[in-house]
């Protein structure tokens, strides 16, 4: 449904009446009885004895849309042909398209195009495989690939259902960074199919984005396509989150003059983006990171059926500290929340450091809500946009890309995520930053060049790069 001018929500209901048993003033009546707001009337089609109109009503959120159709459906006269809302119609026959670069207008444009000239082009590229990169759409081209086991807030709802998040992921890669993408969803959840898959199609792009792969799955699919494809390949679960919020640790740490050296952080939830987060913040160069997960701290010495919780025991937790989240907590700097909603309380929070950072990343609901705590805590950041300092991917994966693909990068190394985090910081600047902005809104357009910039140079330095751009040399 879509935001209106009343701060609500809009739907659009179609209606059938039979103008000898009803009028339309009683249909009014009846939905605003109901708690909705007409706003807009559309007459589709009308006869001496039926017409047909689409109404648009504005309702509050706190209003049930099924009482307002119920009373529709029950008043004589009146058939309810279609409820839609605007986020509906804009799905209609998806939401991207392709188009020519070059229109073929006459036989000679489609010689040059197809048969016979292209032939040329396809043996040049067969004598010198690396001009796939200059010649075809391989240049600026992503595949965003998800098998749909794990949408964000909706779990495993498979292939067909997920495609309206890999569209919408493609059309921010479009207009963020202008870099092309195709939304592929497979319809098999096994690991060995889809890395063979995936294997098979990357001769068509110069990156992969992997997409709401469930974990652990995630960690093999991502390890043996990086192994084994010399393109980049970037799970944007794991590692879009972790370098946002690496980005928003920076400006949050300048709020409260801390050191990352010398922090104590909780991390709740260690699953993919809990491990990705907690990686980049080693690399950042926290020393103290304490994961917790529903058996509670994970610490070494202990042995776990998950690989990677094994990996994570040995390589965080280095004073081996054991207990629930409410007893590790007690005097961290910095809570970063991965898991679910509500696991945190006020008393919480209350037991950690001075000037306590708490990043409630939970969607829909945050493990805290903001209005919770806002009192006692320094800063606070949500993964939701209706609280203040969102904690979003959007902000990193775009201008990640473009450097990759401007720079013809083979790989997205750690280097390069922690000189995207510390592009995407640097967007705010010292007179702006303040506990309620730390992040900056994913429409800002400096991001993106900030990125690309900082990226790319990471990139040539760390020898992950295979063409130097101009600008660069």
């Given at each position: 449904?879509?935001?209106?001018?009343?701060?609500?929500?809009?739907?659009?209901?179609?209606?059938?009446?039979?103008?000898?048993?009803?009028?339309?003033?009683?249909?009014?009546?009846?939905?605003?009885?109901?708690?909705?707001?007409?706003?807009?009337?559309?007459?589709?089609?009308?006869?001496?004895?039926?017409?047909?109109?689409?109404?648009?009503?504005?309702?509050?959120?706190?209003?049930?849309?099924?009482?307002?159709?119920?009373?529709?459906?029950?008043?004589?006269?009146?058939?309810?042909?279609?409820?839609?809302?605007?986020?509906?119609?804009?799905?209609?026959?998806?939401?991207?398209?392709?188009?020519?670069?070059?229109?073929?207008?006459?036989?000679?444009?489609?010689?040059?195009?197809?048969?016979?000239?292209?032939?040329?082009?396809?043996?040049?590229?067969?004598?010198?495989?690396?001009?796939?990169?200059?010649?075809?759409?391989?240049?600026?081209?992503?595949?965003?690939?998800?098998?749909?086991?794990?949408?964000?807030?909706?779990?495993?709802?498979g292939p067909y259902a997920a495609m309206?998040?890999?569209?919408?992921?493609?059309?921010?890669?479009?207009?963020?960074?202008?870099?092309?993408?195709?939304?592929?969803?497979?319809?098999?959840?096994?690991?060995?199919?889809?890395?063979?898959?995936?294997?098979?199609?990357?001769?068509?792009?110069?990156?992969?984005?992997?997409?709401?792969?469930?974990?652990?799955?995630?960690?093999?699919?991502?390890?043996?396509?990086?192994?084994?494809?010399?393109?980049?390949?970037?799970?944007?679960?794991?590692?879009?989150?972790?370098?946002?919020?690496?980005?928003?640790?920076?400006?949050?740490?300048?709020?409260?003059?801390?050191?990352?050296?010398?922090?104590?952080?909780?991390?709740?939830?260690?699953?993919?983006?809990?491990?990705?987060?907690?990686?980049?913040?080693?690399?950042?160069?926290?020393?103290?990171?304490?994961?917790?997960?529903?058996q509670g701290a994970l610490a070494a010495?202990?042995?776990?059926?998950?690989?990677?919780?094994?990996?994570?025991?040995?390589?965080?937790?280095?004073?081996?500290?054991?207990?629930?989240?409410?007893?590790?907590?007690?005097?961290?700097?910095?809570?970063?929340?991965?898991?679910?909603?509500?696991?945190?309380?006020?008393?919480?929070?209350?037991?950690?450091?001075?000037?306590?950072?708490?990043?409630?990343?939970?969607?829909?609901?945050?493990?805290?809500?903001?209005?919770?705590?806002?009192?006692?805590?320094?800063?606070?950041?949500?993964?939701?946009?209706?609280?203040?300092?969102?904690?979003?991917?959007?902000?990193?994966?775009?201008?990640?890309?473009?450097?990759?693909?401007?720079?013809?990068?083979?790989?997205?190394?750690?280097?390069?995520?922690?000189?995207?985090?510390?592009?995407?910081?640097?967007?705010?600047?010292?007179?702006?930053?303040?506990?309620?902005?730390?992040?900056?809104?994913?429409?800002?357009?400096?991001?993106?060049?900030?990125?690309?910039?900082?990226?790319?140079?990471?990139?040539?330095?760390?020898?992950?790069?295979?063409?130097?751009?101009?600008?660069?040399?």
């Amino acid at each position: 449904m879509e935001n209106n001018r009343h701060g609500g929500k809009s739907i659009i209901v179609r209606l059938e009446m039979n103008t000898n048993e009803v009028h339309f003033g009683r249909v009014a009546s009846s939905i605003f009885e109901a708690g909705g707001d007409i706003v807009a009337i559309d007459v589709i089609q009308t006869s001496q004895t039926v017409s047909v109109r689409d109404i648009t009503i504005a309702v509050t959120d706190s209003i049930d849309i099924d009482i307002i159709t119920d009373r529709i459906k029950d008043m004589s006269g009146v058939r309810l042909i279609n409820l839609s809302d605007r986020t509906f119609l804009l799905h209609l026959g998806g939401k991207i398209e392709t188009k020519l670069k070059s229109p073929i207008q006459n036989r000679d444009d489609l010689s040059r195009v197809y048969t016979p000239d292209v032939a040329r082009v396809c043996m040049a590229i067969h004598d010198e495989p690396r001009k796939a990169f200059t010649l075809t759409i391989k240049r600026n081209t992503v595949a965003v690939i998800s098998d749909g086991s794990a949408v964000l807030g909706l779990g495993n709802i498979g292939p067909y259902a997920a495609m309206p998040v890999m569209e919408g992921k493609s059309m921010l890669f479009k207009q963020l960074a202008d870099v092309d993408s195709f939304p592929i969803c497979l319809d098999t959840q096994d690991t060995e199919q889809i890395i063979a898959i995936i294997k098979a199609i990357a001769p068509g792009f110069g990156g992969i984005n992997l997409e709401d792969i469930s974990s652990p799955r995630c960690f093999e699919i991502e390890q043996r396509l990086r192994e084994e494809l010399d393109i980049p390949v970037f799970h944007d679960d794991q590692h879009g989150t972790a370098v946002v919020l690496y980005a928003a640790l920076i400006n949050a740490l300048k709020i409260v003059n801390k050191s990352i050296h010398e922090i104590k952080v909780v991390v709740c939830g260690i699953g993919a983006a809990g491990i990705a987060c907690s990686k980049i913040l080693l690399s950042a160069g926290v020393k103290d990171i304490i994961g917790v997960d529903r058996q509670g701290a994970l610490a070494a010495g202990i042995d776990y059926d998950n690989k990677m919780w094994q990996w994570y025991a040995e390589n965080t937790n280095p004073n081996r500290v054991q207990g629930s989240l409410h007893e590790v907590l007690r005097g961290a700097d910095v809570f970063i929340g991965l898991s679910s909603g509500g696991l945190l309380s006020r008393e919480d929070v209350m037991t950690m450091a001075d000037n306590p950072i708490v990043f409630a990343m939970a969607n829909p609901v945050p493990e805290i809500k903001p209005e919770q705590v806002e009192d006692i805590v320094a800063v606070i950041a949500t993964g939701r946009s209706d609280y203040p300092n969102q904690i979003n991917n959007v902000l990193c994966f775009p201008g990640i890309f473009r450097a990759a693909l401007d720079c013809r990068a083979t790989t997205i190394n750690e280097e390069m995520k922690l000189a995207a985090a510390e592009a995407i910081a640097s967007a705010i600047s010292d007179e702006e930053r303040s506990r309620h902005y730390i992040i900056p809104s994913v429409f800002n357009q400096n991001v993106v060049k900030a990125i690309r910039d900082l990226v790319i140079q990471a990139a040539i330095k760390t020898g992950v790069a295979r063409r130097i751009p101009r600008e660069y040399r």
